[in-house]
């Protein structure tokens, strides 16, 4: 869950507080309920940029299945829905040649609302 970015009044009252210069940064962190970081991020991106506004999101890592391998994978499950995580992780390396983990097969199931099927078994690996 992505969090929302402090508001440019709160960056700015924060910059202010630094730029009176009366308190140290942990307590201009600590006056306004902020890290440390946020802090000097906030000084910096100001020295950077001459503005204080939230910066775009850096879009993270790509995802690495695509419609076509949901697709795919629906298909799969809607053939034989006693597949395991890893036959199905197989399935899609042999037939769409994308390598991922049984986690990320996991979670694309759960996306599709597909049921997902552990192990060979059907109960869930015990951790001790």
């Known amino acids: ?3 929302k970015a402090y508001s440019l ?3 700015q009252r924060v910059v202010e507080a630094v730029d009176r210069g009366q308190d140290s940064l942990e307590d201009v962190a600590a006056l306004f309920g902020v890290g440390l970081t946020f802090v000097k991020k906030m000084l910096r991106q100001r020295r950077e940029t001459g503005d204080l506004k939230p910066l775009p999101h850096g879009g993270g890592k790509p995802l690495s299945l695509r419609p076509k391998h949901l697709r795919s994978l629906r298909a799969a499950v809607k053939q034989n829905n006693d597949l395991t995580l890893e036959e199905l992780r197989d399935h899609l390396a042999a037939t769409a040649q994308v390598s991922v983990s049984a986690a990320t097969v996991s979670r694309a199931l759960s996306g599709l609302g ?3 099927k552990k192990s060979s078994s059907g109960e869930r690996a015990r951790q001790s």
């Open 114 to 116: 597909l049921p997902r």
């Open 9 to 11: 009044d709160l960056r």
């Open 1 to 3: 869950m992505a969090m």
